[in-house]
């Protein structure tokens, strides 16, 4: 069975750093593809950074630049640097674990991911 847990939120002020982890059991990351997600109150889930098996990443427009998404194949954890952080950036982050088979065009819709952490809060204050 495969678990996510993510860690590492909290409160920060605008233009500060915080590194989000997720650890990853039942399943090895060097093998697996995984996105970050996050949601703000009243908002949809939206897409903000992806890593493929081989290490290649790609970012949500708002965050690019700004976070950073890697892994750490000895500990089983992702992790998300974020940098420059703004009062927009608050909201519930939350990892989760590709399907098979998705193309690289679908990987930003959460219907893509079949395992999911329960997300970890994120609040920037201005």
């Known amino acids: 069975q495969v678990q996510l847990v993510e860690s590492g939120g909290g409160l920060v002020q605008a233009g500060g750093s915080m590194r989000l982890s997720c650890a990853v059991s039942?399943?090895?990351?060097?093998?697996?593809?995984m996105g970050w997600f996050r949601q703000a109150p009243g908002k949809e889930r939206e897409f903000v950074a992806f890593?493929?098996?081989?290490?290649?990443?790609t970012y949500a427009e708002s965050v690019k630049g700004r976070f950073t998404i890697s892994r750490d194949n000895a500990k089983n954890t992702v992790y998300l640097q974020m940098n420059s952080l703004k009062p927009e950036d608050t909201a519930v982050y939350l990892c989760?674990?590709?399907?098979?088979?998705?193309?690289?065009?679908?990987?930003?819709?959460?219907?893509?991911?079949?395992?999911w952490g329960q997300g970890t809060q994120v609040t920037v204050s201005s």
């Open positions: 989760a674990v590709l399907r098979m088979g998705i193309p690289w065009g679908s990987i930003g819709r959460t219907s893509s991911y079949d395992y």
């Open positions: 039942g399943r090895a990351v060097s093998s697996t593809a």
């Open positions: 890593i493929t098996r081989s290490s290649v990443n």
